[in-house]
């Protein structure tokens, strides 16, 4: 697929085939993704991501995460519609959201639920809802200890997107040679391990919320082909971007704060050669 997006704004000249094109755009994701001389109709693949939701993260001065539910999905309403407008027809949209306390009653809020209607307002579908199992977490008094969230898989045509299955099977659960074939369906429940402050310490990564690369590599190979487009309108340390750039994808990340700049630009830094060429813009949206 040509770079229609990034063509737009001529931000990349000569393109070539061996080459992946990435573009940061530091900026507010909700006035980026209006822009349709950045965005036109149907010139993303794949839209991986996990917005914010009031946790009281740190995430930088550019943004405030306090809880508000009603505000949280009226953003996630407008940010359906916009995607619904980029995605291409047969593009997939993931997102992942956690149950989290309420900040006050700490009633369990499902937020995944919320998200659910918020984005069928847009005419999306839902695919699947993939629990992302993991161990590594904070042990609860009160109440059972969380180890999960939910990663929700969104399409625009219930009968017609991208499923790559033979690149992401995983090994039969038995050594039977009478089984035949390139391994199972990993199934709607993933185990992967979170990224520890341990992890994040060793590799210089100063960001609350971190990607485990196995997972997003995943959802990249499942639901994209080489060369596509895959955007993360909340790219954080920019671990999507990171991954697509390994996997032959091309990526578009928006981060609302200026001070993951360096370290967003410094994983897309190539590893070795077995990657290939990349190049990578950085836009000051709001400047």
Same mark, same amino acid.
């Given at each position: 697929?040509?770079? /229609?997006?990034?063509?737009?704004?001529?931000? !990349?000249?000569?393109?070539?085939?061996?080459?992946?094109?990435?573009?940061?755009?530091?900026?507010?994701?909700?006035?980026?993704?209006?822009?349709?001389?950045?965005?036109?109709?149907?010139?993303?693949?794949?839209?991986?991501?996990?917005?914010? $939701?009031?946790?009281?993260?740190?995430?930088?001065?550019? $943004?405030?995460?306090? !809880?508000?539910?009603?505000?949280?999905?009226?953003?996630?309403?407008?940010?359906?519609?916009?995607?619904?407008?980029?995605?291409?027809? %047969?593009?997939?949209?993931?997102?992942?959201?956690?149950?989290?306390?309420?900040?006050?009653?700490?009633?369990?809020?499902?937020?995944?639920?919320?998200?659910?209607?918020?984005?069928?307002?847009?005419?999306?579908?839902?695919? %699947?809802?993939?629990?992302?199992? !993991?161990?590594?977490?904070?042990?609860?008094?009160?109440?059972?200890?969380?180890?999960?969230?939910?990663?929700?898989?969104?399409?625009?045509?219930?009968?017609?997107?991208?499923?790559?299955?033979?690149?992401?099977?995983?090994?039969?659960?038995?050594?039977?040679?009478?089984?035949?074939?390139?391994?199972? &369906?990993?199934?709607?429940?993933?185990?992967?391990?979170?990224? %520890?402050?341990?992890?994040?310490? /060793?590799?210089?990564?100063?960001?609350?919320?971190?990607?485990?690369?196995?997972?997003?590599?995943?959802?990249?190979?499942?639901?994209? %082909?080489?060369?596509?487009?895959?955007?993360?309108?909340?790219?954080?340390?920019?671990?999507?971007?990171?991954?697509?750039?390994?996997?032959?994808? &091309?990526?578009?990340?928006?981060?609302?704060?200026?001070?993951?700049?360096?370290?967003?630009?410094?994983?897309?830094?190539?590893?070795?050669?077995?990657?290939?060429?990349?190049?990578?813009?950085?836009?000051?949206?709001?400047?």
């Amino acid at each position: 697929m040509r770079l /229609k997006t990034l063509e737009n704004k001529e931000i !990349f000249k000569d393109i070539s085939e061996n080459t992946t094109y990435h573009l940061l755009i530091i900026g507010d994701a909700l006035k980026v993704l209006k822009d349709e001389n950045i965005f036109p109709d149907e010139s993303v693949n794949l839209v991986v991501t996990s917005p914010p $939701y009031g946790l009281r993260k740190k995430y930088g001065s550019k $943004y405030c995460d306090k !809880f508000n539910l009603e505000k949280w999905t009226i953003m996630i309403e407008t940010v359906g519609k916009e995607l619904f407008r980029i995605l291409t027809p %047969n593009g997939s949209l993931f997102l992942n959201v956690s149950p989290i306390p309420h900040p006050k009653t700490k009633e369990i809020i499902p937020l995944d639920s919320y998200a659910y209607f918020s984005l069928k307002k847009s005419g999306f579908y839902l695919r %699947n809802k993939i629990i992302w199992h !993991f161990h590594n977490m904070q042990n609860c008094t009160k109440r059972l200890s969380g180890r999960w969230e939910a990663i929700l898989w969104f399409v625009k045509d219930i009968k017609n997107y991208v499923f790559n299955l033979d690149a992401i099977r995983v090994p039969y659960l038995t050594n039977d040679k009478r089984i035949k074939g390139k391994g199972r &369906n990993p199934t709607d429940v993933w185990y992967f391990d979170r990224v %520890n402050n341990m992890v994040k310490k /060793k590799l210089r990564i100063n960001h609350p919320c971190v990607f485990p690369e196995p997972m997003i590599e995943r959802i990249i190979k499942m639901s994209s %082909n080489p060369g596509d487009i895959v955007l993360d309108l909340f790219v954080g340390s920019g671990t999507t971007m990171r991954v697509a750039r390994k996997l032959n994808r &091309n990526s578009i990340g928006i981060e609302i704060n200026p001070e993951y700049r360096e370290l967003i630009c410094r994983r897309l830094e190539p590893d070795n050669l077995m990657y290939g060429k990349c190049i990578l813009k950085v836009i000051n949206y709001d400047n």
